[in-house]
């Protein structure tokens, strides 16, 4: 595939980087941009991430209360121990 450069301020090109339907993969490939540079002109026009924590933000305790309830939903209670095999 030939790579060209992007008009970013383009409103064909704002509507692909604005669709959640598609992952950044895809939007790479119909613009005709690599994929590193599609996320760093993201981060850049100050999109984020849906469900993704950044570096600058620090997870509340509720945040961190409904991940581990989803991760014991998911794979199940496992105790690291019981009580009768440490003695």
């Known amino acids: 595939m030939a790579r060209f450069k992007v008009d970013w301020d383009n409103p064909e090109i704002?509507?692909?980087i604005e669709d959640p339907a598609l992952s950044n993969q895809e939007?790479?490939?119909?613009m005709g941009c690599k994929?590193?540079?599609?996320s760093h002109k993201r981060s850049e026009m100050g999109?984020?991430?849906?469900?993704r924590?950044?570096?600058d933000h620090k997870l509340t305790n509720k945040e961190r209360k409904a991940r581990y309830n989803a991760k014991i939903k998911k794979i199940g209670y496992k105790p690291l121990?019981?009580?009768k095999e440490n003695g």
Do not use: N
């Open 47 to 51: 999109y984020k991430y849906p469900f």
């Open 27 to 30: 939007k790479a490939d119909k």
């Open 14 to 16: 704002l509507a692909i």
């Open 81 to 83: 121990y019981t009580l």
């Open 35 to 38: 994929y590193s540079t599609l």
């Open 53 to 55: 924590v950044g570096i």
